[in-house]
């Protein structure tokens, strides 16, 4: 496997320009702390007042027994597939609502 990877590393280092290739070998040889990571074509994000939290967030799921009476589950289950998933939106928009109200941070 070895012999692959370093096959593949001399080809790629082949196909580089020399300039290139010596900037590479320098910034490889350098402690990280003085390798210099500004991209003057990717300058730092300072405005965040467009982010969306927790986009990528997934909460974890627990298996719970919970009882739930006979006409409200069978309005969620009367909508068709995914009625649990339904019946969580609910609950946590619920939930998200009473931590405004009480001035908490949703965590």
Known sequence: MKAATSK?????????????LTQLRKAAAL???QIDLSDPDAPEVRDWSGAVRRRFYKPVKKLK????DAD??????AQG???QTRINQVLRQ???QALQ???HEPV
């Open 101 to 103: 109200r009480s001035g």
């Open 8 to 20: 593949s590393r001399t080809a790629a280092s082949e196909k580089l320009d020399p300039k290139v």
């Open 94 to 96: 619920a939930m998200l």
């Open 81 to 83: 597939p995914g009625y």
């Open 72 to 77: 409200v589950l069978a309005f969620f289950e």
């Open 65 to 68: 027994s919970l009882r739930i």
């Open 31 to 33: 402690p990280d702390q």
